[in-house]
């Protein structure tokens, strides 16, 4: 087993090609047994998902929460404002802030199907070790950057991942084990070249983490006339530094934020409740009908009630209509 040699999988010393290129094979034979069927497939390990695509899909907006993502197999675009990454199985993906993103899989086939798997992080865990292993102060003194990024995926990443997915074949282990194996993940993650890019939404009075709070309170009262002022204020940050370091973070500005936020919740009211678009985009904050209609035709390429059709022709499996 690739487990029975700890001190070479280990090791902060790079790893040849060969055993990164065995190990993401392992680790994509333990998604395609795991994760059968197409899509998300919730796991007996807390905050693991793993997904599975045979085809290409449409882009898919949602709000992103903290995440480490990796993909076994295939390929995925990723875009926040007009920003894209793309990603494959050779790579990681980290988002460090709740997010409005699109994604979509680019990558996949019924002989070679997509496979992913994504880790959740909890930010306390995040503040806890990053204090630990004094980032502060890096942290310090950087510059806020996106909440979103792209490494790497060493043999020293892969080993932990590898170790955390095994343990849904014995889950008596879960318990005991998988809290240990996340916070290796996470320790890797926090001691690699973008650590910090992490740490910084994390740690307390720096600029991400303020930036935190804001996306916190626009997410609970994104329906509400917000000012920017006001936000401002409930963070410790001038509106000119909320504006620059939000803009850093997440490459909109707080306004934008909202208008993503209520036109992605009024979808999901939607198709959730069944209720018409006239009242989801009230529910959300809009008052004006024609004004919901343009910017939610715009944001989703599509008018609500299309929208909202297509998604659930595609929820029940049957071809869209567009």
């Known amino acids: 087993m690739l487990t029975s040699t700890p001190n070479v999988l280990r090791s902060d010393r790079p790893s040849g090609p060969l055993q990164a290129t065995v190990m993401r094979a392992e680790l994509a034979a333990m998604i395609d047994r795991k994760a059968p069927t197409d899509g998300s497939h919730a796991t007996a390990i807390p905050r693991l998902a793993l997904a599975r695509a045979t085809q290409m899909q449409k882009p898919v907006r949602a709000m992103h929460e903290p995440a480490f993502c990796v993909l076994a197999q295939g390929s995925k675009r990723v875009l926040l404002g007009d920003e ?23 990558d996949a086939s019924p002989e070679a199907p997509y ?14 070790l990053g204090l630990e292993l004094k980032l502060g102060e890096q942290v310090q003194r950087r ?17 932990p991942l590898l170790r955390l997915v095994k343990l849904l074949d014995t889950p008596e282990d879960v318990s005991a084990l998988a809290p240990l194996i996340t916070r290796e993940i996470l320790y890797r993650l926090l001691r690699s070249p973008d650590g910090w890019r992490l740490a910084q939404m994390a740690l307390v009075d ?8 804001a996306i916190s309170l626009l997410s609970q009262r ?8 006001d936000i401002a204020d409930s963070v410790h940050m001038s509106v000119s530094s909320l504006h620059q370091h939000f803009k850093a973070v997440t490459a909109m500005s707080p306004l934008q934020f909202q ?12 198709i959730s409740e069944h209720v018409d678009a006239a009242t989801a985009g009230h529910r959300v904050g ?20 299309r929208d909202v059709k297509r998604l659930r022709e595609l929820q029940l499996g049957a071809r869209p209509n567009n």
Request: aromatic share 10%.
């Open 143 to 159: 510059a806020s950057e996106r909440g979103i990024f792209t490494g790497e995926l060493s043999t020293t990443l892969l080993d």
């Open 84 to 106: 894209v990454y793309v990603y494959d199985s050779s790579q990681y993906l980290v988002v460090s802030q709740n997010l409005p993103v699109s994604g979509q899989v680019i």
């Open 222 to 229: 994104y329906q509400e006339p917000l000012r920017v002022e």
């Open 115 to 128: 496979l992913g798997l994504r880790l959740s992080f909890d930010p306390k865990d995040i503040a806890a």
């Open 206 to 213: 720096s600029h991400s983490q303020r930036i935190a709070q």
């Open 286 to 305: 809009y008052e004006s009908q024609s004004q919901f209609n343009r910017e939610y035709s715009r944001f989703f390429g599509l008018p609500p009630a």
């Open 259 to 270: 208008k993503q936020l209520r036109l992605q919740e009024s979808r999901r009211i939607m």
